[in-house]
């Protein structure tokens, strides 16, 4: 495995740095360089008379059981993450948040209505829809877009996707419950709050302490 | 590194205006010109830095140079340093005296020479990508951050019950405008009854004006139909449908 | 130094890995990367209730003298090959932007003066600053825009970055050469010229930003 050596003449000339210097040298050229590099590159770089392979021999010794390692890929040489850490590399965060309620409320009249154009979203809600809210919706494919309307302007309109019926456990659109059913459940307050807009959405959420009092 | 540092072991003032080009602003000549003094520059006489400033400025001159607004600016100014260093001091006059002035010049000298010796260490330092160098296969720290959007059945339904009720909730009116009553359909179908011969589709005999819009037609066709049920019961018509959906034909019951 | 570790109670719930194995998990997150890692940075990507600046501390000590060392470059660490074998990397080496006499010395005028605005730079020079200067500059990422100076006009700023630190292989600005002999010898002083007929601008007052950042 070992190079030839180069003459000895020129070896005399040129003495050759000590192997642990030669080791040093091949760690931060196999460091820097950024392809794997084969023993005769290696030994390209390193001045007269180094021992490549010897200086290899003790590099990859040396980075055992180190966080990285000196693998060899074909017949050169590069360092490599550690396989049992590669999880480090990839960092996954999920942050879980709430959808805001211009969001989850575009996306309940698209179920409703599907398909239905932007202006008649906007018309149902009383506020303009934002390109980011249905952007957004896109984006999570809980939407897409439906056959363009054939009325003047031919607007797009929108419908829930698979994605959509998946994530709140539906068959179909049609499975949603009706105004009455939402009555019934007692989802729909038909007593709110003047302004009802501006309230936040607690208000709409059954008080707790009423129930509270009654239960046990 | 400039050029013009090799000059002033001996200034040749020929090449002087020749490099004027090479000067970074009248400061910088000012620097070059001190170094002829060849003592420390914090020992520098201000009053002959000036006159050998503006004797360069003489001769550019002379020699037709044009020579930037800065630095006949500062020709100017260090023209009436000069003199103030010269004249002994006026009591009356206001302001720092000349050798304030002085100091103050020599100070900005030994700044700028102290920058640029600075510049020079720093530029000498090992640099990244000449002298050291980073992994050379960089590989790519991923960072997932996915943003899980949060929203259950329940939060949708509550959305839409919002959009809902927030349309319905309006003082309590009875809509008439879209609904016809039975009672209404009953005194109709009293008055067209009479003209009444064969067989006729139910639909014919809608009002004009609730044919069309479904939710009117819906309230029309019920009402009317409760009608013609009731009169069917007093005796009055026969009906007839020949299937589950089919038009509902009637006609007045013969006496 | 050391990180406030999580509270006892989540220690227990969650066993740190043992030291060594803490050193190889940053030493395998440093190597991967390019760019300087903050402490913090590194801990994000540890498991729950590592300490990641004991960990670094082993790491450095580790690599002291070889081929590769941890450098540290502002509140970030990287590992950089040894300064001394960078011979040895004659192909990587990446020429180095010739950089106009204005723009070293205004880049050596915002390391040792920063915060330092423009109108301070013209001072010191003598001459105006180039646009282009401090636009090559600004793209080089060497220098960027600092705090508003508190003064008429509120002129902006300009700092040298973490990039600058990481070119030059300096931990800090304190550590630039010769940074303490020319702060005693008033050097780094803004002193503005005595009297009336100051320079045009009048933001050179007093600049207690620049001693600050040296001050220890």
């Known amino acids: ?216 | 590194m400039a050029p013009t540092d090799d000059l002033f072991a001996d200034p040749p003032e020929e090449a002087f205006l020749v490099d004027v080009e090479g000067f970074e602003g009248p400061l910088d000549l000012l620097l070059t010109l001190s170094r002829s003094q060849k003592v420390d520059l914090r020992r520098v006489s201000v009053l002959g830095l000036a006159e050998q400033y503006l004797a360069f400025v003489e001769k550019a001159r002379a020699l037709r140079i044009e020579l930037a607004a800065d630095y006949l600016v500062m020709a100017a100014w260090l023209a009436y340093l000069k003199s103030r260093l010269l004249l002994p001091p006026d009591p009356t006059e206001e302001g720092p005296s000349a050798e304030d002035l002085a100091l103050h010049l020599a100070f900005q000298l030994e700044r700028l020479q102290a920058m640029r010796e600075a510049a020079a260490r720093l530029m000498a330092r090992d640099q990244k990508g000449r002298d050291f160098f980073p992994r050379g296969a960089p590989e790519a720290l991923a960072h997932l951050r996915t943003v899980k959007w949060e929203a259950s059945l329940l939060d949708l339904m509550r959305a839409y019950a919002r959009i809902r009720t927030k349309d319905e909730f309006r003082p309590y009116a009875f809509d008439r405008h879209n609904v016809y009553t039975m009672e209404q359909a009953l005194d109709r179908m009293r008055g067209l009854i009479g003209y009444m011969g064969a067989w006729a589709d139910l639909t014919s005999f809608l009002p004009e004006g609730w044919g069309e819009d479904p939710s009117r037609r819906r309230s029309a066709m019920a009402a009317h139909f409760a009608a013609i049920l009731e009169m069917a019961k007093r005796g009055q018509v026969d009906l007839r449908q020949g299937d589950i959906f089919a038009p509902i034909y009637l006609k007045r019951k013969a006496e």
């Open chain 1, 1 to 216: 495995m070992k190079e030839p050596s180069k003459e000895p003449i020129e070896k005399s000339l040129f003495e050759a740095p000590p192997i642990a210097e030669q080791e040093r040298m091949i760690e931060a050229i196999l460091f820097a360089v950024a392809e794997p590099l084969t023993m005769a590159e290696l030994s390209a770089r390193l001045p007269e008379g180094c021992d490549a392979p010897e200086a290899m021999a003790y590099l990859r010794k040396r980075y055992e059981g180190r966080g990285v390692q000196v693998v060899r890929v074909g017949d050169a040489y590069a360092f490599r993450t550690a396989p049992d850490l590669g999880h480090l590399m990839r960092k996954e965060t999920v942050e879980p948040r709430k959808l805001s309620r211009a969001a989850i409320e575009t996306l309940a009249i698209v179920a409703y209505h599907q398909p239905v154009t932007r202006a008649e979203i906007e018309e149902i809600r009383g506020v303009a829809v934002s390109r980011g809210t249905v952007d957004l919706l896109l984006e999570l494919d809980w939407i897409r877009l439906g056959r363009r309307r054939m009325t003047p302007g031919r607007p797009v309109t929108f419908v829930v996707t698979e994605a959509f019926l998946d994530h709140f456990g539906l068959e179909s659109a049609r499975d949603l419950p009706g105004v009455k059913e939402l009555r019934a459940a007692g989802l729909l307050d038909s007593r709110p709050l003047p302004g009802a807009n501006a309230t936040p959405d607690e208000d709409d959420e059954e008080t707790p302490g009423q129930t509270e009092l009654f239960e046990d």
